[in-house]
T-cell receptor, first 108, second 114 residues
Framework: DAKTTQPNSMESNEEEPVHLPCNHS???????IHWYRQLPSQGPEYVIH???SNVNNRMASLAIAEDRKSSTLILHRATLRDAAVYYC?????????FGDGTTLTVKP | NAGVTQTPKFRILKIGQSMTLQCTQD?????MYWYRQDPGMGLKLIYY???????DKGEVPNGYNVSRSTTEDFPLRLELAAPSQTSVYFC?????????????FGQGTRLTVV
């Protein structure tokens, strides 16, 4: 199974951009890269996903390396409500496994 | 739409008891999942299903059983509950199409085994 590696924790100041990295060196050609986040005491929620090209939506941007072995979730202006655990996962033929994610702390 | 609904929200079990965690979705999703999350940890996949009648083991299946008789329902059965099964359990579902694979999660079931 393809695995992802993320830093355990990151800090950001409010109103500043945040770049959350993810390594997935064993990614296969058909794996989509997904990002989810989990707010305290809630279930995970979808943030963004992509295959090869960079993606933007109202929540964030996803930058995918040309060799697809890494990706970066970009929050353009962090708010206190963005404090959460962020998970980068690869979807492989139905099986979706999560790692431990990155805990993002946003300082006012 | 209700999305993914899990019941119960909370449960306390005694060691050796059994119970079924219910999960139902109304989005006609093919794929369904059960995860557990221990305090301060990430989600671990217990079982998953790619369609009615098809189930497969995830990372931590021991002590659990599942069935998928309908597209909507994916119950998780705990037999002989143990303290190590104290955790928060999340059910999720998503569409089969790889280009449209946003997963939706339920609100979780907090289980304590004493």
């Amino acid at each position: 199974d393809a695995k992802t590696t993320q830093p355990n924790s990151m800090e950001s100041n409010e109103e500043e951009p945040v770049h959350l990295p993810c390594n997935h060196s064993t990614i296969s050609g058909t794996d989509y890269i997904h990002w989810y986040r989990q707010l305290p005491s809630q279930g995970p929620e979808y943030v963004i996903h992509g295959l090869t090209s960079n993606v933007n939506n109202r929540m964030a941007s996803l930058a995918i390396a040309e060799d697809r072995k890494s990706s970066t979730l970009i929050l353009h202006r962090a708010t206190l409500r963005d404090a959460a655990v962020y998970y980068c996962i690869l979807n492989d033929a139905g099986k979706s496994t999560f790692g431990d994610g990155t805990t993002l702390t946003v300082k006012p | 739409n209700a999305g993914v609904t899990q019941t119960p929200k909370f449960r306390i079990l005694k060691i050796g008891q059994s119970m079924t965690l219910q999960c139902t979705q109304d989005m006609n999703h093919n794929y369904m999942y059960w995860y557990r999350q221990d305090p301060g940890m990430g989600l671990k996949l217990i079982y998953y299903s790619v369609g009615a009648g098809i189930t497969d083991k995830g990372e931590v299946p021991n002590g659990y059983n599942v069935s998928r008789s309908t597209t909507e329902d994916f119950p998780l059965r705990l037999e002989l509950a143990a303290p190590s099964q104290t955790s928060v359990y999340f059910c999720a579902s998503r569409h089969r199409d790889r280009a449209n694979t946003e997963a939706f999660f339920g609100q979780g079931t907090r289980l304590t085994v004493v």
